[in-house]
């Protein structure tokens, strides 16, 4: 059945849980967490009220880029199991009413991949186009201007074949030629293969990417600001960002709609233009969600956040979920990007991303309100931006265990064991701190995706901006009404018609006219309830 025949899209409504997993729990004591703690964290992500999971890299990797540098698409990384644990993970979750997604990086992979390893043997080997080759250019250097994630050249001399490869990211992460049809021919197979395992789909690395220019043209110098318009001075229009990556997306989707359910594309589309993003859903034949990067980036302010969403649900093709998350392993913790810690705002941005129609990721932490870590340089672990200039900062600040507790490992390994990054100091901030405690952030986040699946599951609610004081932000979505006070000063807004369901304070007040919102307050009220 096509999904296009109303074929049951369990994402519309849903919330996925982003889950790191050398950072959750470390079961076998080696300071990294593994899949067995995944496992083990099951039921408190089915007491959260998570409705899919998706895991960070899990197969085989010399970890240059913690997974994001692939050795085997059809395995397990031995530091975090086995193909059995990973097959037990799935119908664990299932049991509980969890799908697991799996991350998948088609764009480059490892240098030690065995395609890589046998292209590099040779320029008449077998897998040599399977990745990108070029003689230098006129100057005898490098053969354009591309740079990669650290800032320096795209191409790197192969003395052995004479000849440049391509990486745009680190040095030992070549980039896949998906101009040669054989690399869709292995991506097809490594789908399959997964979903019969019964994975639920695939969050896309550099969903973007996987095309680059076929002459190669030099990319252009960025036009615009922030992390969206580029890097390093470049607009990466021919090292990425190619139309032809479309009909790869086309192609996954046949594949992903044959089965009795079906499976999520999630794509990773790093572009700044809300037209662009909407393209990724295709005619309703590419990916199903795509995550929306102006929003990770918006400004924590009404005016910014508002126009963002209402733009992006007037780009999107009708029917179409959106991707609302805040926080990931790249760009950080949004309780510190747009909240500077403060709870009162951590609590309204959770409100705000439970009440958007479509879909909502949360970042492991993001429930309890985990802040980034300030990671010393010498206990840095992401070869990718430890010079801390790069155009995301640096990544381990948001990479670091989960705090189940404020004991010294805070619960995430062994208190003899050395996690593989620091704790942090925020003790206060953990799990077992909130559980109990209704009134927590972790209480309130739980309220939230309660309702959330009672009002939206299943469904892409409607949403409709209403009139708001200066400061506030007001819509509907759905049968509900959210009023939200995005500034320092109290607000009224008009009074709902209805009763307030959730406050981020507890509380609510009435006034002349409407309701009060204390600065930062959120409330979600049902009209004519
Ligand atoms: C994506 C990942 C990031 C990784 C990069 C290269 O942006 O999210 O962590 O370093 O791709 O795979």
Redesign the pocket.
């Known amino acids: 059945m096509n999904s296009k025949d109303g074929q049951h899209r369990w994402w519309h409504g849903a919330t996925l849980y982003q889950l790191y997993v050398r950072s959750w729990l470390d079961t076998d004591g080696d300071g990294y967490g593994d899949l067995g703690g995944v496992i083990a964290g099951l039921d408190y992500l089915s007491w959260l009220g998570v409705d899919g999971i998706w895991l960070s890299p899990t197969m085989p990797s010399p970890d240059d880029?913690w997974g994001?540098d692939v050795a085997d698409y059809l395995g397990v990384h031995p530091d975090l199991g086995t193909m059995d644990d990973m097959d037990r993970l799935i119908a664990e979750a299932g049991k509980r009413g969890m799908r697991v997604l799996l991350d998948l990086?088609p764009?480059?992979t490892s240098s030690a991949h065995p395609w890589f390893v046998d292209a590099a043997g040779s320029r008449d080997s077998g897998h040599r186009d399977y990745y990108v080759w070029a003689d230098p250019g006129p100057d005898g250097g490098p053969p354009n201007n591309w740079l990669d994630?650290t800032g320096s050249p795209a191409w790197s001399w192969h003395e052995a074949t004479k000849q440049y490869y391509l990486h745009n990211?680190l040095a030992s992460?070549p980039d896949l030629n998906w101009w040669e049809p054989a690399v869709h021919t292995e991506f097809l197979e490594i789908l399959r293969f997964w979903f019969d395992r019964g994975a639920a789909g695939f969050r896309i690395?550099?969903a973007h990417g996987l095309y680059k220019d076929a002459k190669l043209r030099d990319n252009p110098p960025e036009t615009g600001e922030g992390p969206l318009a580029g890097h390093f001075g470049q607009q990466p229009s021919y090292s990425a960002n190619r139309p032809q990556v479309h009909a790869v997306y086309r192609d996954w989707r046949r594949i992903a709609d044959s089965y009795p359910e079906a499976r999520l594309l999630l794509g990773?589309t790093?572009v700044g233009d809300l037209g662009r993003l909407a393209g990724f859903y295709g005619n309703d034949d590419e990916l199903q969600l795509a995550f929306n990067f102006p929003f990770v980036f918006a400004s924590f302010a009404a005016p910014d956040m508002s126009a963002i969403v209402a733009k992006t649900l007037a780009r999107l093709p009708a029917g179409a979920s959106p991707a609302w998350t805040a926080s990931?392993?790249?760009v950080g913790r949004f309780p510190t990007r747009w909240c500077d810690g403060d709870e009162r705002k951590i609590r309204l941005a959770l409100l705000v991303l439970a009440t958007l129609p479509g879909t909502m990721v949360l970042y492991y932490g993001d429930e309890i309100g985990m802040t980034d870590v300030g990671v010393p340089l010498g206990l840095r672990q992401d070869k990718?931006t430890r010079g801390g200039t790069g155009w995301q900062g640096n990544?381990d600040r948001a990479r670091t265990p989960m705090r189940w507790d404020a004991s010294v490992t805070a619960g995430f390994t062994a208190a003899a064991v050395a996690p593989w990054l620091p704790v942090g100091d925020n003790a206060a901030v953990n799990v077992a701190g909130q559980r109990d405690d209704p009134a927590s952030v972790l209480g309130l986040c739980r309220d939230l995706l309660s309702l959330r699946r009672a009002e939206f599951g299943g469904r892409v609610a409607g949403y409709q901006a209403l009139a708001a004081p200066p400061g506030g932000w007001a819509y509907r979505a759905g049968a509900l009404t959210v009023l939200a006070n995005f500034s320092d000063r109290p607000v009224t807004c008009q009074d709902p018609g209805g009763p307030v369901l959730l406050s981020t304070t507890g509380t609510t007040r009435p006034a002349a006219g409407g309701i009060a919102l204390a600065p930062w307050q959120g409330v979600i009220a049902r009209p004519g309830g």
Do not use: G, I, L, S
């Open positions: 880029d994001y990086v764009n480059h994630a990211f992460q690395d550099v990773e790093w990931n392993h790249d990718m990544r």
